[in-house]
């Protein structure tokens, strides 16, 4: 069974062709992250203006990757939540309409769930390996990305539980406010890894939220950061933080950098190796954008008794592939299908 994915829920316009939801046929991704730069972060008319411009362009070039037409289509499936409102509505009327005009069944995909199924996509169709670990029930899922925070216990598909979630900000949201206040540009996750690596992580103490059961919060440890590189720069608590890293050394912006990671890295294994002690899971998943950090794999696979999977770099920030992969396992397990004249965007979905 062939599933065409389609994902716009921000600011990458992506398609994809998933055979039997793992077998991943071709994947291709236009991103308008250059046009945000300038404005340090997402602009939703610009990403839905890239979306009009870039999507059908997208789709065809995923089609003729796998070699299919829309004949050898046996669905399609599409991000309608969670996300911005303006990116959403381009993938779905375009899903909509391809549905409707080639007949195939269409299958709505909550944007956080699919991003655990990237873990179910064959590995070595998107990199050089042997083989690769496919997740075994039950999972816990660790979902990291900038809107997301939460850990999740699927007992099999379409059976599964939210044990916490972030209350305030995600931990991408984190890393890019982080990254702002020391004058790094945007996207700040990656520009916080990469100065991380010269940086002293012990350098400063930093708190981590004391949140009941499997909750985080990111939001009070933000403001430490701000109120640390105040203290090293000198400044009063009314300085413009936008000025901040004026004010501040390459050393003490590399060591600050180093220490939030740290501590952002510690509240999410805490949190992971609590869930694995009470649910004794036979896998562990991590996934979302923020799975491309480096150190939090390593860390986090440190942390745990049993291996822990992580979905190619390439399948963690935003795409369709895992977009199809759950659309495919949504047709297996007859979930409803979605009626192509009334499907309906939902920027705030939840799990």
Known sequence: MRI???????DETAAAVVENGNHLLSSVIASSSDLHVAYGGVVP????????????????QALADAECTFEDIDGIAVTNGAGLGGSLLIGVMTARTLAIINNKPLYDINHVLAHVYASFINQSDVKDIKSSKMPGFPILAVVVSGGHTQLMLFKDHFD?????????????EAFDKVAKIIGLPYPGGP????LAKIGDQNAYELPIAKMEGYDFSFS???TAVLRLAQREAGVSLDFPSTKLSEKLSEAQKANIAAS??????????NKAK????????????LAGGVATNAELRQQLNASLPVELICPDIKLCTDNAAMIAALG???AQKNQPVADPYKLAIEPSLTV
């Open 274 to 285: 609590k869930a694995f002690e009470e649910f004794n899971p036979a896998s562990v998943v």
């Open 191 to 194: 520009n916080i890894a990469k």
């Open 260 to 269: 939030f990671q740290r501590v952002a890295i510690q509240t999410i294994i």
């Open 45 to 60: 008319e610009i990403a839905a203006r890239s979306h009009i411009e870039v999507m059908m362009p997208v789709i065809n």
């Open 160 to 172: 599964y539980k939210l044990l916490g979630q972030t209350q305030d900000d995600a931990i991408g």
């Open 220 to 222: 009070g440890l933000k």
């Open 328 to 330: 495919y396992y949504k």
């Open 4 to 10: 065409l994915g389609i994902e716009s829920s921000c």
